[in-house]
Structure formats: structure tokens, C-alpha cells
């Protein structure tokens, strides 16, 4: 290539990576800032100018969901022919997979087709499924096959206690090994079959402060109690190829599409039982049994994770505490209530006035 060419390609890339975040990074803040998608509703400010330095009043639902949008079509036609060269860079498949999210949190028949289309774009980028070996070996390499966008962590980002690793890992000295631990619901963890490798994922040991933490899920390699206080070994996930299948088979769920849905769960839940017939039972399920499996089949692939949250928003869902949370114990809460979505900070609002 001309010397002309490769600044163009690096100028490319470096945009398209740009947009990316910018959207990913609006997504976010939209979904803990609104209840569900509505158009009208007021949300965001938008900051798109650099030289414009006013602070600016909330924008629609829509105008904030359209730049989401022109950001990330956008990305994925900038990067279409970038080779990253580790996996903490967004590539389009990365793009390609925010996009499906953003259109699956839609709730419109065009959103969903959208975002399975991509999610099977993805798909057919060739990211292996998570293995059982892999579903038990920790979640710490960001080198796992299936894993599509995280971070490799060494002793050069300088992650200690307050960390995620220090909120998760008994194997490390960590808040959870001291007994401050975010284990899975029991309610949710008593619904896993006995033959479901994701079972294992939770030391169960109701006599235990540990019961019910993640300890067989998320670990430091080296499997020290109370180990390093340096968190290496140990890197961040933040998307895998699984949550593309869960989220094409859910899409399909709403849009009476039952053979797609149960084929993509299938393909995934081949690779958490040893035997066909334990979730061959998934072949009868239709309508609105179907979507509330796949619910719940996102729930335990994906827990810890940082995805529930979006999918009970999706699915408009209720949850209820079980009985091993120290507060608000067996109290259901609605996918739109005031506890589940963030207020307005304080200080935006004595900070900007166009903001009240």
C-alpha cells in the first residue's frame, strides 16, 4: 500500500472505533437513564460538537437512539477491512454486535429483525461457542476463543482490590474472599438442572459465607484463597460470541420464528449438558414459553456478566429477591420500576440549567 493509503486506513479505523464508543458509550447511559424506549421521552444531552462547549438540554429517546444508530453503521462500514491487533480495539464484528443491541432494545418488529440479522453477522464471523471446559475455567483470558471484545490485564494496568476481579474473586484477596460476596440468586441458581455444567459455576454450601458465589466461574488462575492482591492472570470480558446466539434466538422468539430460536439455543446448551435428552425439551416450546426460556437461558449463561439488566429491560421483565439477599428479600421489582433506573445527578442538574 502507498503511504497515502495506509494513513487513510489508519485515519479509518481510528473513526470508526471513535463512533463506536461513542455509541456503546450512549447505549449505556440510556438504558440505566430511561425505563423503556419511547421516542418522545426526554434523556440524554447530546455532545457531538467539540467546539461547542454549552451545556445542552436532554435530547429524545429517538434523536439520542439515531446518533447510537448513524455511529455505528457508520463504524461497521469504516472498519469493514480492519485487522485489529489485540482484542481490547473494536473491530466491526464488535460494532456489529453494540448495533444488535441497541436495535434489540427497540421493542419494534423492525428493531428485532435488525438485530438478529447482525447477531447472525456475527455469528458467521466464525467465534467459536464458549466450551464446558471454558465455562468452568474461570472466565480470566482474553484470549478465549469466544470471546469477541475485553482486555488483557497485567501488571501494567495496575488493578487492585477495588476492581471487578476484587468484587468476584475469592481466589484473590478480594471483598468477596473476606465475605462481602455477589453470589447468584438462589431462586435463579435452584432452576439450573443438576446436569447443567453452569451449576458447578457456584459453590453450593448453604452453611458457607461463600454459598452460592461464583467460585468455579470466575477465579484467578493460580486458585489461591485469598491470593494475590495484584489482579494478573485476570482480564476483562466484555462481549462473547454466546451472547450473539442468545440474542438472535430471543429476537426470533418475538417474531414467531420458533425453529430459528430453538435451534440457536440448542447450539448453546449442546455445549452445558453431556445428554440431547436434558434440553430436548426445548423442541416443544413456542410463543411465550419459548421467549421466557430464552430469558432465562440468558440469565444463567450470562450471569455476572453485566447483561441481565439489559435483557430484563428487553423482555420487560419482573424480579424477585430470593431468600440469600441481605436486603429487600423476596420483594419483585418490574423492569420499569423507580428502583431499577438511575435519577438524574444532582450535580447535572445545578450544573446545567438547561437540565431541571
Not at 414459553?289 to 432465562?296: A, K
Amino acid at each position: 500500500r502507498s503511504r497515502r493509503q495506509r494513513q487513510m486506513c489508519i485515519r479509518d479505523s481510528t473513526m470508526g472505533q471513535a463512533k463506536a464508543l461513542r455509541a456503546y458509550a450512549y447505549f449505556y447511559l440510556s438504558q440505566i437513564y430511561i425505563t423503556e424506549y419511547n421516542e418522545s421521552s426526554t434523556v440524554l444531552p447530546i455532545y457531538i460538537d467539540s467546539e461547542v462547549s454549552e451545556n445542552q438540554g436532554q435530547s429524545t429517546t429517538k434523536e439520542v437512539y439515531d446518533l447510537m444508530i448513524d455511529d455505528l453503521t457508520t463504524a461497521i462500514e469504516l472498519l469493514d477491512t480492519y485487522s485489529r491487533g489485540v482484542k481490547y480495539e473494536v473491530n466491526k464484528d464488535v460494532a456489529k454486535g453494540l448495533l444488535a443491541y441497541v436495535y434489540a432494545s427497540m421493542g419494534t418488529s423492525d428493531g428485532n429483525m435488525k438485530a438478529k440479522a447482525l447477531a447472525e453477522e456475527v455469528i458467521a464471523a466464525g467465534y467459536p461457542l464458549t466450551t464446558k471446559e471454558e465455562a468452568v475455567g474461570g472466565f480470566n483470558d482474553f484470549n478465549t476463543p469466544s470471546w469477541i471484545w475485553g482486555v488483557d490485564i497485567d501488571e501494567n494496568a495496575g488493578k487492585h482490590l477495588h476492581s471487578w476481579w476484587g468484587q468476584m474473586d475469592l481466589f484473590s484477596y478480594s471483598y468477596a474472599y473476606f465475605g462481602d460476596t455477589k453470589s447468584i440468586d438462589s431462586d435463579l441458581y435452584d432452576i439450573i438442572p443438576q446436569n447443567d455444567i453452569r451449576k458447578t459455576q457456584f459453590y453450593n454450601d448453604p452453611g458457607s459465607g461463600w454459598h452460592l458465589a461464583p467460585y468455579n466461574k470466575f477465579y484467578h488462575p493460580a486458585r489461591t484463597p485469598r491470593g494475590t492482591g495484584l489482579y494478573t492472570n485476570e482480564d476483562y470480558i466484555y462481549m462473547r460470541v454466546d451472547e450473539m446466539y442468545l440474542l438472535s434466538a430471543e429476537m426470533s422468539a418475538k417474531e414467531n420464528m420458533p425453529s430459528d430460536a430453538i435451534n440457536r439455543l440448542k447450539d448453546l446448551l449442546a455445549l452445558r449438558f453431556d445428554d440431547p435428552a436434558d434440553y430436548a425439551y426445548v423442541d416443544g416450546l413456542s410463543g411465550q414459553s419459548l421467549m421466557d426460556e430464552v430469558y432465562l437461558q440468558t440469565r444463567i449463561e450470562l450471569w455476572g456478566e453485566g447483561k441481565s439488566y439489559f435483557a430484563m429491560k428487553r423482555n420487560k421483565a419482573t424480579v424477585t429477591r430470593g431468600p440469600n439477599h441481605l436486603f429487600l428479600t423476596g420483594q419483585s421489582f418490574m423492569y420499569n420500576s423507580d428502583e431499577l433506573t438511575f435519577e438524574i445527578p444532582q450535580s447535572e442538574i445545578q450544573n446545567n440549567v438547561n437540565i431541571n
